[in-house]
């Protein structure tokens, strides 16, 4: 397998555990915001780990000369860190700062999922002879 099939094969799998990611982040922020339990450790580890991978995604993307995608991530992932901290079960999700910065934040990594696959599936770049 060369380089780049390798690294068509690593933007494929990348961009289906941001998806899952994703998915398991949303389910953590709503827990938090929508349930009274006194303790949300586990929605907070899950939010920790998204939040690590997603970091990890970003600094690849850095790292494969996509630059601008990874420094745009590596800033909102920095941003969800921040806001994680002041969200709790009585964030009212459209009135919260914090809310809308993790909700957009997010977005985003949906967003970057389909740029991911858009950079697996791309037709092989030509190189002169």
Request: hydrophobic share 60%; net charge positive; aromatic share 6%.
């Amino acid at each position: 397998m060369g380089d780049e099939s390798r690294l068509r094969v690593g933007f494929l799998r990348d961009a289906a555990l941001t998806l899952v990611a994703v998915a398991v982040a949303w389910l953590a922020l709503d827990d938090i915001t929508t349930n009274a339990a006194g303790s949300f450790l586990p929605e907070r580890v899950a939010l920790l780990g998204c939040g690590s991978w997603f970091a990890v995604v970003a600094w690849r993307l850095v790292r494969h000369g996509h630059r601008i995608l990874g420094v745009s991530s590596l800033l909102l992932v920095a941003m969800g860190a921040l806001g994680q901290m002041a969200l709790g079960p009585d964030t009212v999700p459209s009135m919260r700062l914090e809310y809308l910065a993790m909700a957009g934040g997010l977005a985003w990594f949906v967003v970057l999922t389909a740029i991911l696959t858009a950079l697996a599936v791309r037709p092989a770049r030509r190189h002169a002879a």
